[in-house]
């Protein structure tokens, strides 16, 4: 998407309906002249031009994108925009890389429903989020491969409801989406379910059950079933974090 003169014309005309939340966003921020900020999927460079305006001399807006095309782009684009320094980067946002080291911020707009599973990439950026997957992703970074079989299984079904054109994130909407339709005193919680288990046994009955169905879709090979169901037999359940949360939604017609 966006390589093409059209699609270019198009982001900016999205550049301009997102003009006051995104300079709301960078206000929040309160960007520093001399801060070296990273931009996570930069595209063609609209949102990097109104960041670059509030950078100064000693300024860097890193760049990164995974389309050369779109780099391009934004390279054009960018030249003469302001005094800070512009630095492209080639690369896919959610492995993370060199060109993180040193940021005093990392930013992104309309980037994070483009990256598979984003959890993931939020855990390794920061340990602290109130997230079960961006927790697990930070703890198995960080020295427990013993958490493998967890973010492999939440992969899995994520990767199922999606093939299938089912939302995997309905309960994370569905107090916004009931206030869009007019409902009224619309109350929401979430609550992190403990790993137990039972949990562990819904992970392997899950697998016995859709098996077929994640080898024919390409998600996992008939191996990768076992060897994953292999980790979960091995787990110390009482010793595992959350993996999954639940969502608690009421309201009235």
């Not at 990164?64 to 512009?86: H, I, K, M, P, Y």
């Not at 206030?179 to 697998?207: I, P, T």
Request: aromatic fraction near 6%; include cysteine.
């Amino acid at each position: 998407m966006g390589q093409s003169v059209e699609a270019a014309r198009r982001l900016g005309v999205q550049d301009s309906h997102f003009a006051e939340a995104s300079e709301r966003l960078l206000d929040e921020l309160a960007l520093r002249p001399d801060d070296r900020v990273v931009e996570f999927g930069c595209g063609p460079g609209a949102f990097s031009r109104r960041i670059l305006r509030r950078l100064g001399a000693g300024g860097v807006l890193v760049g990164v994108d995974a389309t050369e095309g779109l780099l391009a782009q934004a390279c054009a684009a960018l030249a003469g925009t302001g005094s800070a320094r512009f630095e492209p980067v080639q690369a896919d946002v959610s492995g993370l890389g060199p060109w993180l080291e040193g940021a005093n911020v990392v930013v992104g707009r309309a980037v994070l429903h483009h990256v598979p599973m984003a959890e993931f990439l939020l855990g390794r950026l920061r340990a602290a989020l109130r997230a079960p997957l961006a927790r697990l992703a930070y703890l198995e970074a960080t020295g427990r491969p013993e958490l493998e079989p967890l973010s492999a299984w939440a992969i899995a079904i994520n990767q199922l409801y999606l093939a299938r054109r089912l939302s995997p994130a309905v309960g994370a909407t569905l107090a916004r989406a009931l206030e869009g339709a007019g409902y009224r005193k619309v109350r929401a919680a979430w609550e992190e379910c403990r790993s137990d288990q039972a949990m562990v046994e819904n992970m392997l009955m899950f697998y016995d059950e859709v098996r077929d169905r994640l080898t024919s879709l390409g998600i996992m090979t008939a191996e990768e079933v076992v060897r994953q169901q292999g980790l979960l037999r091995a787990a110390h359940a009482e010793s595992l974090p959350p993996a999954w949360a639940t969502f608690r939604v009421a309201c009235e017609a």
